[in-house]
């Protein structure tokens, strides 16, 4: 061979695309999941769930049917968006299924509490702890006919602890008189002790108008005598959807690099942080270490990138973009984007 | 963010083919290309970790001149590199994550004195002054990790220690050096150790040999990725290799030679073999 042959080759193979593909194992389990993670709800107040369908590589797939279910519709109604409807009080589950691509059937539950408006006083620790000292009967010697005669009573029958404002509520009256004969009482006044706070008719119809604590009173004339009842009640402000805001967890190493810490991803005001804790320790050693959310902990592809890693020791947070749900990524992933080199992750939440 | 270990490799590869100080007016050159391959890396732990697979294609020229029987000069210019990045692909949906990406230019050109020193008994002892020229891109690429240079001049000061011995009717060679790798821009500086034995058979025809190097960094650079500002870097590397090379004699004073090489321990460098081959002049 010929020293220019030789070196016509090695010219030739020095523009030589060197070809080649790496197979990325991408596939994770598709899931369903309710992104909407109530605690509770209040008796009438509409909301409405959402959920997401995440395929076989972490990706959200929209319009996907939903097929939700209440498991009883006397506590709550569901329709086929997810708009509910909480009827009474109690404890309920909520399902939402999907056929995945694969043709597999997949769910996810969430159970919640339905919590009503007012928080009534049970009758039993009404009876004992208004049990009031009555006066023995009386017997009238001078009628012809031989009567028993009681001190007459006036009662609010539903009484409540608690209402929340915006709420409406209607008393009901339970009244005695001399002869200890439940009767209607000729006339009654209802009067609140701050009417900023409670406001209430003639009928005893009641109306919560803010936070604070008032009282009630029922009263009425009877042979001259003014008898009366009182109702202190607490009114809160209105929580009628309450939600997880935060989770918690651990960063962790998946590599050969340092990576370790806490986290807290959080809803604060209207901005979702996610902060690193002050045990948080990451490698300097490796160059292009970016952080990423995710829903595939095998990949970036389908992740939501945070940006470069700058502390790498310590506490720190990044603020999400305001379009991010706290319930929209399952992984934080760190990755050293330039190699491609996973470093660690973190569970968000199962 | 290996560049500068693969250019001294080769740089080192090179030099060594080239045996002892060469007489006034003589020379040896040499044509290569060099390449390596690698999905897995070294980790700044000594771990083994895996990543997209990078490729790395040198064609190089390299000079060793005899200025005079007591000075040399020597050249390595790596005049075409290609850095590059195979595509990545879903196995689950065939969906092409990232597709493939490479960056092309020249390397970091090494320039070096070699000085004869009073032989030590029957040792050949020399002194070698290397200069890295940061003619490659420190930054390069979509997203400046295909770099064909560290953007950083350094200079190398090595004693280069040599002698003949034979065993039983056949002659052997040993060569070493022990170098100290002055490095700026914030990198670490390195000590360099180095091995080399071969053999030469078939009339002469034919040489082969073994080698062994090792960089050890000190650890006193300042660059981490706290300060780098996103800067693609690759300080405190270190590698441990074993070598291997044939050089045939195909006529009076040229050949080809063929080389690999793998790591036997290292970090922040690929973990994969590198091959070369190369058409050398010598006279």
Request: aromatic share 12%; with cysteine; glycine share 8%.
């Amino acid at each position: 061979m010929k020293p220019q042959t030789l070196i016509q080759i090695l010219f030739f193979s020095a523009f030589i695309g060197c070809t080649g593909i790496d197979i990325i194992e991408d596939y994770v389990p598709p899931v369903v999941r309710i992104t909407t993670p109530v605690t509770s709800l209040t008796v009438g107040t509409n909301f409405q769930f959402e959920a997401l369908y995440f395929n076989v590589i972490g990706e959200p797939t929209p319009g996907v049917e939903l097929r939700w279910e209440s498991s009883d519709p006397n506590l709550l109604e569901i329709d086929t968006l997810g708009n509910v409807i909480p009827k009474k009080e109690g404890v309920v589950t909520l399902t939402v299924r999907v056929t995945s691509e694969e043709g597999k059937e997949l769910s996810d539950q969430i159970n919640f509490e339905i919590k009503n408006t007012v928080v009534l006083i049970p009758k039993d620790m009404t009876e004992e702890e208004e049990e009031e000292e009555t006066d023995p009967p009386e017997m009238n010697t001078m009628s012809s006919t031989l009567t028993m005669t009681v001190t007459p009573t006036l009662q609010i029958s539903n009484r409540i602890a608690q209402i929340t404002v915006g709420a409406e509520y209607l008393f009901e009256l339970q009244f005695t008189n001399a002869l200890g004969e439940e009767v209607q009482p000729n006339s009654v006044l209802w009067e609140s002790s701050d009417l900023e706070v409670l406001s209430i008719d003639e009928n005893g119809n009641l109306t919560a108008l803010s936070a604070g604590t008032a009282s009630v009173t029922v009263s009425t004339i009877v042979s001259e005598t003014l008898i009366s009842y009182t109702n202190i009640i607490q009114v809160v402000d209105p929580v009628t959807v309450s939600m997880v805001t935060s989770y918690t967890g651990i960063v962790e190493t998946t590599s050969s690099y340092q990576l370790e810490g806490s986290f807290t991803l959080a809803i604060e005001g209207d901005q979702l942080i996610l902060s690193l804790g002050s045990d948080y320790k990451a490698s300097t050693a490796l160059p292009g270490l970016y952080i990423y959310l995710s829903n595939n902990n095998n990949t970036t592809s389908q992740a939501l990138e945070l940006g470069p890693v700058t502390v790498f020791q310590g506490a720190h947070e990044y603020i999400l973009p305001s379009q991010v749900g706290l319930m929209d990524y399952q992984y934080i992933l760190y990755w050293c984007k330039p190699f491609n080199v996973k470093v660690g992750h973190a569970k968000i939440y199962d | 963010m290996k560049f500068k270990y693969l250019i001294v490799l080769i740089f080192t590869f090179s030099f060594s083919k080239a045996q002892w100080l060469k007489e006034k007016g003589k020379g040896y050159y040499k044509l290569g290309a060099w390449s390596l391959l690698a999905d897995e890396h070294f980790t700044n732990l000594g771990g083994v970790d895996p990543n997209a697979t990078r490729g790395l294609f040198i064609s190089s020229f390299f000079a060793h001149y005899g200025l005079s029987n007591k000075v040399n000069l020597i050249t390595y210019i790596p005049f075409f590199v290609k850095n590059y990045q195979f595509a990545q692909i879903s196995k689950t949906t065939g969906k092409e994550y990232e597709p493939r990406r490479e960056f092309n230019s020249i390397g970091d050109i090494n320039l070096a004195v070699e000085f004869k020193i009073t032989p030590l008994s029957k040792w050949a002892f020399s002194g070698t002054l290397l200069l890295g020229i940061t003619s490659g891109k420190n930054v390069a690429g979509f997203d400046g990790s295909y770099q064909t240079g560290d953007g950083e001049f350094n200079q190398q000061l090595q004693l280069n220690l040599g002698k003949s011995f034979s065993l039983g009717k056949q002659a052997f060679y040993l060569k070493s050096y022990l170098g100290f790798n002055n490095r700026s821009g914030g990198f670490s500086d390195e000590l360099h150790s180095f091995g080399e034995t071969g053999t030469q058979l078939w009339n002469s025809k034919l040489l082969v040999l073994g080698r062994l190097h090792w960089i050890k960094p000190l650890y006193n650079g300042t660059l981490d990725a706290s300060n780098a500002n996103g800067a693609i870097f690759a300080n405190n590397i270190e590698s441990f290799t074993l070598g291997g090379e044939f050089a045939i004699n195909l006529g009076t004073n040229w050949g080809v030679s063929f080389a690999a090489t793998t790591p036997l321990f290292g970090k922040i460098i690929f973990n994969g073999n590198s091959y070369s081959g190369g058409l050398f002049l010598n006279y």
